[in-house]
């Protein structure tokens, strides 16, 4: 433990990440400009709504979207992405979630679409109706949900169609998007760790996507507690009055009219269901730092860098007997190029061995979704030269024990 920062002042391990972006374990490093640009933004007062219209127009201008929004997370932008869809205009539906009695609040999702962050649309109110088979992962077939199963199963309880954006999700999202939109419904794309590549910050919009979702702790490197949407101007104007703080008297209340239009609506709404969601100032102000610099970084020189780095560590675990080694882009990780290090002894095992490396001081986190193939992975991108050289010395040195 480093007795000079903060972490070994408070007595808490750091950790040497070699899992990718994990929210568990901090998620990633915010980019320098950004944690500045918090410091500073920590020593004024500032109407939330103008820095939210603020994001808004970056947002929009980097993604094509029409508006877009800063909430505490791609999670919670989700949330209010479904909250959106089911309240849209109307006042007495956004103070009433999540009881959605009497309202139509079903989102329609592929089957194969459905995993455990779904819970934020959810958390909205809304119930997910899912379609098709899984067939495609269970190797019984080659297609999961035919376009036409999204199509019967929206009907007047639809609000959304649910997408899960993925290199290898079926059906391609333009097919789902003709057919929500020939049904007159919006279509909620969740991209939240689908950067990089930077293409895809605007790929969704331009497909027809209504609201996207991305992460602003993954690799955009904002505060870990940032998540963006951009989508249709109306869809961002009903998310604003379901998260911003509405504790505020109507003859006074003059939101920034590029994200509320107050004159076609009644009266404040009443705190919303985004209300726990809040996005500080600080936050505001770093990730739209963040964002800015993300998009203006050298991809490609970054992309050259994690794939040295990922090489580097699979040169050096191919010598040892004990590991059957592959770099791949497992399509898992974008275009992050991953080590997968399978162990070959009878006596050594993925577990033991991830496990092993997390008790270290400082912890050692290495990927562990393919445990089941006696795999774990080595991934780059959060990884300086220094702390992938450790990584391997410590996955060596375990190896060595178990001999
Ligand atoms: C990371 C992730 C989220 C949640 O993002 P947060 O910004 O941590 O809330 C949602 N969906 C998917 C697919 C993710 O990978």
Redesign the pocket.
Known sequence: MNPDTVYGDLGVSTVINAAGTK?RIG?SLMRPAAADAMREAADDFVRISDLQARASKLISELTTAEAGYVTS????A?TLCAAACIAQMDLETMSALPDTEGVPSDIVMPRSHR?G?DH?LRTAGAAIVDVGGNDAALGTGSVNTEPWEIDSAIDEETVAVGY?AKPETSPPLDSVVRIAHGNDVPVIV?A??ELPPVGNLSRFVETGADLVVF????AIRGPQTT?LVAGRRDLVESIALQHLDMHTDSAVWDPPAELIDRDSISGVPRQGIGRGFKTGKEELVGVIVALEEFVESDHEAEAEQWAILADAMAERLRDRPEFTVRVADDGKSGSVPTVAVELRAADTDAVELAHALRGEDPRVFVGTDRLDENVVTLNPMCLTDEHAAHVVDRVVAHAEKTD
Do not use: H, I, P
């Not at 992460?215 to 993954?218: L, P, T, V, W």
């Open positions: 929210t998620g997370g791609a999670s919670a989700l995993n962050y934020a899960m969740d939240a760790a992460s602003g702790g993954k998540g």
